[in-house]
């Protein structure tokens, strides 16, 4: 695999995305494009309802040129070899995923789920899709609740801190103060997000 991967957040909101192949991972990676905002056209001669509702449109793989010029991103996830070959051929410097072959695209999808506002991804270089999967039910076993709400609880905090106090390492030390509070963290034990809210916005009520 190549050593050249690192993780990045790409906005794709009003993106033409290309999905060559419409089995488990093309319709995956289709809804996941559509659910993001990005314009979806799948090449494939089966179609899902589902997909269509969602905004895709689905068009014949005889038109592969013309919808790969189309494309901002391509994703080829097709059963037959010869057509990803040649939509990868076409794509030119193209952001473009493969699903059966990782190391011929440039992007790679990660597994990815959001707890609350926390999204999470998890590559394993391609070794074992199994393993992503089992790591994500340990993160998901490991975050709790209490965790969402102080993420909330610390950026309701920065946005007061900001107003107040224009150093950033003395920002830094309050959000430490208010991570380890005691009393703020009895509120989140209880689920009290606006009572931990009004705490602290008396504790930095008379910052400078």
């Known amino acids: 695999m190549n050593m ?14 290309l999905v060559i192949g419409s089995g488990e991972v093309g319709k995956r990676r ?23 509702k969602m905004g895709a449109l689905y068009k014949p793989r005889e038109e592969l040129k013309k919808w790969v010029d189309w494309a901002d ?7 037959d070899s010869q ?12 952001l473009i995923n493969r699903a059966d072959f990782p190391e011929y695209g440039n992007l790679i999808i990660p597994s990815s789920f ?15 899709p ?16 209490k965790d969402i709400f102080q993420l909330e609880l610390q950026h ?14 003395k920002r830094r030390d309050y959000l430490y103060q208010i991570l380890n509070d005691k009393k703020i963290n009895e ?12 705490y602290v916005t008396q504790l930095l009520e008379n910052l400078n």
């Open 4 to 17: 050249g991967w690192t993780p990045l957040y790409l906005d794709v909101q009003d993106k033409n995305v």
């Open 30 to 52: 289709a809804q996941r494009f559509l659910s993001s905002g990005a314009n979806v056209i799948i090449l494939s001669k089966h179609t899902s309802d589902k997909l269509k």
């Open 73 to 79: 991103l391509m994703v080829v996830a097709s059963g």
């Open 83 to 94: 057509l990803n070959q040649e939509a990868t051929f076409l794509s030119e410097d193209k």
């Open 114 to 128: 959001s707890i609350g506002d926390v999204q999470f991804s998890i590559f394993t270089q391609g070794k074992s």
């Open 130 to 145: 199994l393993m992503a999967k089992e790591l994500r039910k340990r993160i998901e076993s490991v975050v709790k609740k």
């Open 156 to 169: 309701f905090t920065r946005q007061l801190l900001k107003k107040k106090v224009t150093d950033q390492k």
């Open 187 to 198: 509120f989140l034990d209880n689920g009290e997000v606006n009572e931990a809210q009004n």
